[in-house]
């Protein structure tokens, strides 16, 4: 059987020293105590075939949770899965297609130097300079997410970090960078995404400044989709909060990695996105075609 390793599973970025919660086994807090109560489960699976299918499909859920969100900018944004049996190839959603038009159907395999190996359609340029040097130069990340959106884009023209104003972005307290180099520079030259690749060490996200979020992720495309909306989610709340002159009162550093541990995980990552994912199979059956 093949699943997702209880390592992957507890994967957060940095070490947090500050808990001191009894989990008995469990991954994370959130996990019921109490058995027999329905709740999400990390899947195994019989086959590779059974878990390439698994992971082409979060992606295209990835990608239509993207739609939702507004994360579209003509044919700007990609989002990967490395393939469970090649670990060289990876798993993206093809050139000039709206978010919301992506499927089963065209999705493409490509390779680490931008090679389509399966589907019809073109690979993204710049996604493949992006992902490709972030997924050859990593082994252990096996998901990313990029997207022009409106604030992530805003906030990245300051050059800075999230401060830790709430809880929410108290998920990414030192777990994620700013990356300086190349910025505003369309990435669609190789060297630079090794310049990108470089800064995701231990992290799992990074604002490109004069350009843009990204999210990185060792466990799911469910938790690279989901870190990538609540990184934008938090950039929008930084902007508001900026532009009512009032200066805020950030969470204290210890609090900040209490909360990043119990609600920045990998795992919790995964989590959220089991509500999103169901929604969009209630409601756009055509995902599968």
């Known amino acids: 059987m093949l699943e997702v390793t209880e390592a992957q599973a507890k994967s957060s970025g940095p070490t947090n ?3 001191a919660i009894n989990l008995q086994g469990r991954v994370s ?9 329905i709740f999400p489960q990390i899947p195994s699976f019989a086959s590779r075939a059974a878990h390439r299918q698994h992971l082409k499909e979060r992606l295209v859920g990835a990608c239509r949770a993207f739609a939702l969100q507004g994360f579209d900018y003509g044919f700007a944004g990609h989002l990967t899965i490395r393939d469970p049996e090649h670990p060289d190839l990876y798993w ?20 680490h130097q931008g090679r389509v190996v399966q ?13 490709a040097a972030v997924h050859e130069a990593h082994p252990d990340i ?24 709430s809880q929410d972005a108290a998920a990414f307290f ?60 938090c950039c929008q709340q930084q902007l508001m909060i900026e532009a009512a002159g009032a200066k805020p009162k950030l ?17 919790i990552g995964w989590l959220h996105f089991q509500a999103i ?13």
């Open 17 to 19: 020293p500050v808990s």
């Open 29 to 37: 807090i959130y996990q019921p105590e109490q058995a027999g109560l």
């Open 92 to 111: 993206t959603n093809p050139m000039a297609i709206h978010f919301s038009q992506v499927k089963l159907s065209n999705l493409i395999l490509a390779d």
């Open 119 to 131: 589907g019809k359609h073109a690979i993204n340029r710049a996604g493949f300079v992006l992902h």
């Open 142 to 165: 096996v998901a990313m997410c990029h997207a022009h959106t409106v604030y992530g884009t805003a906030f990245s023209a300051l050059g800075r970090k999230l401060d830790p104003i």
């Open 174 to 233: 030192e777990d994620h960078v700013v990356i300086g180099d190349e910025a505003g520079q369309v990435a669609v030259e190789v060297k630079a995404g090794h310049k990108v690749a470089n800064a995701f060490a231990g992290v799992k996200a990074a604002i490109h400044q004069n350009h843009g979020l990204l999210t990185a992720s060792r466990h799911s495309i469910e938790a690279a989709a989901f870190w990538f909306i609540a990184l934008e989610r």
């Open 251 to 267: 969470v204290p550093e210890d609090k900040a990695r209490y909360s990043r541990e119990h609600v920045g995980s990998e795992y």
């Open 277 to 289: 994912w169901d929604q969009l199979v209630a409601t756009q059956p055509d995902m599968f075609d």
